[in-house]
T-cell receptor, first 115, second 113 residues
């Protein structure tokens, strides 16, 4: 799986948009970008994923650059409950079995949402 | 619907004892994963089950670790002769199939004294 680079920490004021960047310059054509988060003392939670088009769901938006070498996770109106470590992961998707399905988590970005 | 559940939530054991951790995946999910997370570190893949295929055990750190899964339901992770370095949170995840998003349980916090 391609390596990802994320800033170790970020702060965001409650109610403002949180923009979390991720670099994945060695991503290959069949690798998807996944975002998970882990709130303290809980298991990781799936947020969103995409291949090359921007994606949006009820939790967040994912913006992937045209060259796919970086992406940004956007939480449009951050709340205190969004304080967590956010992990950007790239991995092969589609019709692949075995260890390609496993997730390799790096150190992520610790997002602190403040009043 | 019900998510992934794990039991026990906490386990304290003495060095050298065996422990068994349980995971109940989301109903209908054919893929099941075990991960380990040591304090302050990222997730470490342990083992992967997909339907009736042979499990991928490439992440198991030693032969003291083993896991079983009955069909597409419950899985148990067994650690024999526990060591202090086995202390971690053990997380189970399931997905509808390979390559799909994984849903995690709350984890079992294992402390080996």
């Amino acid at each position: 799986d391609a390596k990802t680079t994320q800033p170790p920490s970020m702060d965001c004021a409650e109610g403002r948009a949180a923009n979390l960047p991720c670099n994945h310059s060695t991503i290959s054509g069949n690798e998807y970008v996944y975002w998970y988060r882990q709130i303290h003392s809980q298991g990781p939670q799936y947020i969103i994923h995409g291949l090359k088009n921007n994606e949006t769901n009820e939790m967040a938006s994912l913006i992937i650059t045209e060259d796919r070498k970086s992406s940004t996770l956007i939480l449009p109106h951050a709340t205190l409950r969004d304080t967590a470590v956010y992990y950007c992961i790239v991995r092969v998707g589609g019709s692949v079995t075995g260890t390609a399905s496993k997730l390799t988590f790096g150190t992520g970005t610790r997002l602190q949402v403040t009043l | 619907g019900a998510g992934v559940s794990q039991s026990p939530s906490n386990k304290v054991t003495e060095k050298g004892k065996d422990v068994e951790l349980r995971c109940d995946p989301i109903s209908g999910h054919t893929a099941l994963y075990w991960y380990r997370q040591r304090l302050g570190q990222g997730l470490e893949f342990l083992i992967y089950f997909q339907g009736n295929s042979a499990p991928d055990k490439s992440g198991l750190p030693s032969d003291r670790f083993s896991a079983e899964r009955t069909g597409e339901s419950v899985s148990t992770l067994t650690i024999q002769r526990t060591q202090q370095e086995d202390s971690a949170v053990y997380l189970c995840a399931s997905s509808q199939s390979w390559g799909r998003e994984q849903y995690f349980g709350p984890g079992t916090r294992l402390t080996v004294t």
